[in-house]
């Protein structure tokens, strides 16, 4: 520190009569402690300290004299990031070498700056001047990243015929280019002629392999690396999960841990996303362990992995108790004027996290503290509070959203596109949903599938088909869940051929049917009356160990009365999932129709013995940006007692233009007024009464029901909407109902 102040002092020290070699020395470490000083401790004097070391140079001469001097001078400006600076220095010395060009490209290389970078080498060249192995490092590191393949084999063939000796780092850099590149054939070869191998070396090698999918290879290789270190484990760990091998990544994890390799935060940022992947709460809480014993517990990247773990295993109340931290790391930071990537990205896991385990009210709650607080957007972080509009139906709000998206200047690009699509589709909005996809240019296949199951969802399943049709003839090739949606579409519209036409087209695209296409093909035949040929299918398919097409065949069987084999296929269910309610009930429902109530009664009781518990139904509905939900029978309403009131006239009213329960829903060997009773007492109704009570005559009333909507209060709402001429629109869990005039768009066949 002394010595940096007498050069400030005294600038004659400075001369060029004076720049003897320990005078060099000296300065040398003048610029040292100046790096020191800002890298340390925040020296916020670091660059007023340059500029005037700088102008003492000028002054002196020294900087037109020694060219070591000049170069010193310019790496600090490099490290500064202030390449304005940087540039105007490099322009103004007079003699330049390799070691100034090269301080000068690694500097643009090292922030990002790649084309900048690769104009500054071109400039070199042009100047005769020779690059060195620093230089030609660098160079392909840029390559690399503007996957500059040409230019790239350009300077490996340069390199070659120069002369220029490889050592092990600049053959990483070219093993590099090529594997990013996705040149593999020549990093293959250059890979066995390499002489002299490292780890990085082989590393590069099994992350290619993982990158191009050739798990075998990537593993062999692994398993024939000399010395296996750190980040090999990392990459082939890593690697293994994001191909869908996280069976194989687990025992890896294990095997790494008894070899007694030290994990770094990479290493637990995997391990994380690894149990995150699996759902395996138990090895999150290990690892978390682990976590606090190394003490990096602090480590904002590793406390987004956390947080990300907790929410993925459904542990929201971890994540939260992790993420308080965050947030008031966030808010100490905002107020210091520093802005962290990490803590935004934390907001969103929660609000991610929040909507994938249903918990939008607290999904919302957040994404209205990164309003209030300023946090920054990400496009993912919308898609999730959109998603989460979408799945709880609530259209206001996904309005509000989409004009706040507008107002803060995010442009809506594809993924973001069909997730407005989706949100209002599911939200009974067809149209907007309609208007968003009219004005895309050239949508996707997202944006087309979006679109396709947004109509099948309001049972528009003709215009589905007609949809797809149409994106084939533009040339977009469709994917799994493009036939998801045109298949659902087909059965809810009872459209059996040409649902099986479209079955038969995913061959054609080589696409390979999951269960959920199969669930719809066997929810397809079975709609269409076709029950023994559903079943077939189930056994030719190899299916039958899968619950989701049996549940699809016993709604079916409901909605055909096909009550033999309704129980043959209920006591399949209940082997495939002993603690589903939704057979049990199902069954118990139908028998109660035929008035079988001690066959009724068993059922119930053999549910009960088996400690299975009925999920309740819930409905709810959506004024003045309150969500206001109900149960069947519920009086915890503040207007409970008018609604009920309204709810006993209308149906007396309903019953003088042909309305009549269907006490043959009713579960339980009771009379029949006694039925009536426990039918009009259903949530969907109680939600439906609030609405009428509660908007002007002639609004549009809408209403969510957590499963499907039951034949009486389907009935029910039809005859209120002809009564009062009402738009009804209910979604249930399974499509859309828009009830009109007497009508519903279902066709009463859902």
């Known amino acids: 520190m002394r010595w940096t102040c007498e050069y400030l002092k005294h600038p004659h020290l400075l001369s060029p009569s004076n720049l003897t070699r320990n005078l060099i020395n000296t300065y040398k470490f003048a610029f040292l402690h100046i790096q020191h000083s800002s890298l340390v401790n925040g020296d916020s004097t670091y660059e007023s300290k340059i500029k005037t070391l700088h102008a003492n140079l000028i002054k002196n001469g020294s900087l037109l004299h020694n060219l070591q001097v000049g170069n010193r001078l310019l790496n600090l400006c490099v490290e500064s990031l202030n390449f304005g600076y940087a540039q105007k220095l490099f322009d103004e010395m007079l003699y330049r070498d390799v070691r100034t060009w090269t301080i000068q490209l690694s500097g643009f290389a090292r922030v990002g700056s790649f084309s900048s970078a690769l104009d500054c080498f071109r400039r ?190 459904g542990e929201m109340e971890k994540a939260s108790v992790l993420f308080q931290k965050v947030s008031r790391d966030f808010l100490r930071m905002r107020n210091s004027k520093t802005s962290c990537e990490a803590e935004i990205v934390s907001w969103s896991s929660m609000i991610s996290g929040y909507v994938r385990n249903g918990e939008y009210d607290d999904a919302f709650k957040t994404f209205r503290s990164m309003v209030c607080e300023q946090v920054g957007m990400s496009k993912f972080t919308l898609t999730s509070i959109v998603s989460a509009c979408a799945n709880a139906g609530i259209l206001e709000l996904g309005r509000q959203m989409h004009a706040y998206i507008m107002k803060v200047g995010h442009k809506i690009d594809a993924h973001l596109s069909s997730s407005l699509i989706d949100m209002y589709a599911k939200c009974g909005s067809l149209d907007d949903a309609w208007k968003i996809f009219k004005q895309t240019d050239n949508p996707n296949v997202v944006q087309w599938t979006s679109m396709i199951s947004g109509c099948a969802l309001h049972g528009q399943g003709r215009e589905a088909v007609k949809l797809f049709e149409h994106m084939t003839k533009k040339g977009v090739r469709p994917n799994e869940v493009t036939f998801i949606g045109v298949l659902t579409a087909c059965s809810h519209a009872g459209l059996l051929e040409d649902g099986c036409d479209y079955f038969k087209l995913m061959k054609g695209h080589d696409l390979k049917p999951g269960f959920e296409h199969f669930a719809c093909m066997v929810d397809l035949y079975g709609r269409a009356g076709r029950l023994n040929e559903a079943k077939e299918f189930i056994y030719n398919n190899s299916l039958s160990h899968l619950s989701a097409v049996w549940r699809s065949l016993l709604s079916s069987c409901r909605l055909h009365k096909d009550f033999a084999m309704a129980k043959w296929v209920s006591e399949k ?154 738009e009804i629109i209910v979604r249930d869990i399974r499509r859309f109902h828009h009830i009109k005039h007497g009508r519903c768009s279902c066709g009463d066949y859902w």
């Open 124 to 313: 070199m060249q042009n100047e005769c001047v020779w690059p060195n192995k620093f230089t030609l490092s660098s160079v392909l590191k840029c390559c690399s990243s503007l996957y500059e393949l040409r230019m790239g084999k350009s300077v490996h063939g340069w390199i070659v015929t120069s002369g220029i000796g490889l050592d092990v780092a600049l053959e990483n850099s070219i093993l590099d280019l090529y594997v990013k590149c996705e040149a593999f054939d020549y990093a293959k070869k250059l890979f066995v002629l390499m002489e002299d191998r490292d780890n990085v070396s082989w590393n590069i090698m099994v992350g290619a392999y993982l990158h191009i999918g050739e798990v075998e290879k990537s593993l062999c290789l692994f398993e024939r690396l000399p010395e296996k270190g750190v980040a090999c484990w990392n990459t082939i760990i890593d690697g293994l999960m994001k191909n869908g091998f996280q069976g194989i990544a687990l025992e890896l994890l294990y095997r790494m841990i008894i070899s007694g390799h030290v994990f770094n935060k990479v290493t637990f940022s995997i391990a994380l996303n690894l149990a995150s992947s699996l759902s395996n709460v138990e090895l999150g809480r290990r690892i978390h362990g682990c976590v606090l014993t190394f003490g990096v517990q602090d480590d904002r990247f590793i406390r987004n992995s956390l947080i990300d773990m907790y929410c993925k295993c």
């Open 573 to 726: 269910l209940s082997q495939l999932e002993p603690c589903d309610a939704g057979p049990y009930i199902l069954l118990s429902n139908m028998l109660a129709t035929e008035h079988k109530w001690e066959e009724s009664a068993k059922v119930r009781s053999l549910m009960k013995l088996r400690g299975v518990k009925k999920h309740p139904g819930q409905s709810w509905i959506q004024l003045k940006n309150l969500v206001h939900t109900f149960v069947a029978g519920d009086r915890s309403h503040p207007q409970d007692t008018k609604i009920y009131s309204y709810l006993e006239r209308l149906i007396g009213r309903l019953k003088e233009i042909g309305y009549s329960s269907d006490v043959q829903m009713v579960i339980q060997d009771v009379e029949e007024e006694q039925g009536e009773v426990f039918l009009s007492l259903h949530s969907e109704k109680l939600a439906l009464v609030y609405g009428i009570i509660s908007t002007p005559c002639g609004t549009p009333i809408q209403i969510m029901k957590n499963l499907r909507v039951c034949t009486d209060c389907h009935n029910f709402i039809k005859c209120t909407s002809q009564l009062l001429d009402r």
